[in-house]
């Protein structure tokens, strides 16, 4: 039964084509789920915001249902709300933990992880002055608050993974993390070695290993044109 239900899933799978991921050609709130794609060995497509017309359209067409993006195609749907998509894919390719008590770790390191990454993501729209401010808050955060806690949870749990003992969500989230705040400060992880650990470990599992590498679809630190395009294509400024 289970097998008929597999290849069930690959013909709608193969019908439906690759995911379409819409965004701007930068991380943003897509970064994760490029991350978390490339993870579960799944290629996507991009379609890259540089427009307001392009913006525009999507919203005629529908196609936003908030009227913001993210906005992911994926098995005949066309989803918004980052962490509803992310739960989906996780969900959908085995990185979602083996039963309740495991998804809601999951979701908890998590939604941890998401509010560091919010301190960076906000990072490269504000002002000079500002930033050399956020620059230390982000590395303070990172450092007393999120870091030990998740090298607590890595000494208690005893597994190389946070949940269960396979790649979840959460380990690609942790990683994605890790390497960001790494961009702000090299040694950030200095005080912490199973988190040092945590990283070469999850770092050299192979669909990650190869999202690492140059020429992947990851994107490099948001820049000045980013930051531009966001504001032209959704008129913030």
């Known amino acids: 039964m289970r097998a008929g239900s597999e290849a069930g899933d690959k013909k709608f799978e193969d019908m439906a084509g690759k995911p379409k991921l819409y965004y701007f050609d930068g991380r943003g709130k897509m970064e994760s789920v490029r991350w978390l794609l490339a993870a579960a060995g799944v290629e996507f497509e991009e379609v890259f ?4 017309e392009q913006y525009e359209k999507l919203l005629q ?8 993006v993210p906005m992911v195609e994926i098995d005949g749907m066309k989803m918004v709300q980052t962490r509803a998509i992310l739960s989906y894919i996780a969900a959908k390719y085995n990185l979602y933990g083996k ?11 998590v939604g941890g992880t998401e509010d560091l990454m919010a ?20 590395i303070q955060e990172a450092t007393s608050r999120y870091f030990p806690a998740y090298e607590k949870v890595l000494k208690d749990h005893g597994q190389d993974f946070l949940a269960g003992n396979r790649l979840s969500w959460a380990d690609v989230h942790l990683l994605e ?6 961009e702000k400060k090299s040694d950030v992880l200095s005080a912490f070695p199973r988190l040092q650990a945590f990283k070469a470990n999850i770092s050299s599992i192979p669909t990650i290993k190869k999202f690492l590498q140059p020429g992947s679809q990851r994107k490099p630190v948001p820049d000045e044109k980013y ?11």
């Open 49 to 52: 915001l540089k427009t307001r």
């Open 61 to 68: 067409d529908g196609a936003l249902l908030f009227q913001q």
């Open 99 to 109: 039963d309740l008590k495991e998804r809601t770790l999951i979701d908890m390191y």
């Open 119 to 138: 301190f960076i993501m906000r990072f490269y729209f504000l002002s000079a002055e500002d930033k050399e401010k956020e620059h230390a808050h982000v």
């Open 177 to 182: 993390a890790i390497l960001m705040v790494e």
């Open 227 to 237: 930051v531009e395009t966001v504001g032209r294509v959704l008129r913030k400024y």
